[in-house]
């Protein structure tokens, strides 16, 4: 995501703004009246760059979805020929990082948490079709590790179980503490997480 600035396209600037916006008040603290304010138009001229606040939202869910995206398949891809330790452990940072994007993080957390009620079932349906996406490389990964005999006993769900609910705590963790110190807990349970896994 970038930051706002005048020379960037009008739209733009409304997208990055919102989202900042959506971030630190939610779905219902953000009026378009502020936004438009922030942005430096007049609110009926919103109206040229965007739908409605509904669509604005559900545009920059996909948006921050595709970034999530863009993580994961960079991370898969710089690191395709890696053994299975360095590819899980190299994907839990670059998501990690994902999640360091400070508005893109905390509305990230903000709509997989508490979607707005009117669009809980849009936003859901996103996030569904997210997590297959991500379950599909995680598979792939589950696979090499069976393979290389990094792991005979472990089901493959336990093992995106396992992978959720840590990604899950550090994206928690990402709200209460530095980037320093959230680096240095991410290396700090890594091999307790690798360990329960290779047990």
Same mark, same amino acid.
């Given at each position: 995501?970038?930051?706002?600035?005048?020379?960037?396209?009008?739209?733009?600037?409304?997208?990055?703004?919102?989202?900042?916006? $959506? /971030?630190?008040?939610?779905?219902?603290?953000?009026?378009?009246? *502020?936004? &438009?304010?922030?942005?430096?138009? *007049?609110?009926?001229?919103?109206?040229?760059?965007?739908?409605?606040? *509904?669509?604005? $939202?559900?545009?920059?869910?996909?948006?921050?979805?595709? &970034?999530?995206?863009?993580?994961?398949?960079?991370?898969?891809?710089?690191? &395709?020929?890696?053994?299975?330790?360095?590819?899980?452990?190299?994907? !839990?940072?670059?998501?990690?990082?994902?999640?360091?994007?400070?508005? *893109?993080?905390?509305?990230?957390?903000?709509?997989?948490? $508490?979607?707005?009620?009117?669009?809980? /079932?849009?936003?859901?349906?996103?996030?569904?079709?997210?997590?297959?996406?991500?379950?599909?490389?995680?598979?792939?990964?589950?696979?090499?590790?069976?393979?290389?005999? &990094? @792991?005979?006993?472990?089901?493959?769900?336990?093992?995106?179980?396992?992978?959720?609910?840590?990604?899950?705590?550090?994206?928690?963790?990402?709200?209460?503490?530095?980037?320093?110190?959230?680096?240095?807990? !991410?290396?700090?349970? @890594?091999?307790? $997480? @690798?360990?329960?896994?290779? /047990?």
């Amino acid at each position: 995501m970038s930051t706002p600035s005048a020379a960037q396209p009008t739209v733009e600037r409304v997208h990055d703004i919102a989202l900042s916006l $959506f /971030a630190r008040h939610g779905y219902d603290g953000m009026s378009l009246s *502020q936004l &438009a304010s922030e942005v430096g138009i *007049q609110k009926p001229s919103l109206y040229n760059h965007i739908e409605s606040k *509904q669509a604005l $939202f559900m545009a920059l869910v996909e948006q921050v979805e595709a &970034a999530l995206f863009a993580a994961l398949d960079n991370s898969l891809t710089r690191h &395709a020929g890696a053994d299975v330790h360095t590819r899980l452990f190299e994907l !839990v940072c670059d998501l990690s990082r994902f999640i360091l994007v400070e508005a *893109q993080g905390v509305f990230y957390k903000r709509y997989l948490l $508490f979607p707005p009620e009117p669009l809980a /079932a849009e936003v859901r349906a996103v996030t569904a079709r997210g997590e297959a996406r991500i379950n599909a490389a995680l598979h792939d990964i589950y696979a090499q590790g069976l393979r290389d005999g &990094a @792991w005979s006993d472990l089901g493959e769900r336990g093992f995106l179980d396992a992978f959720y609910c840590l990604m899950d705590g550090l994206f928690s963790e990402r709200f209460m503490y530095s980037v320093d110190e959230y680096d240095r807990r !991410v290396a700090s349970i @890594w091999p307790i $997480f @690798w360990a329960g896994l290779t /047990a």
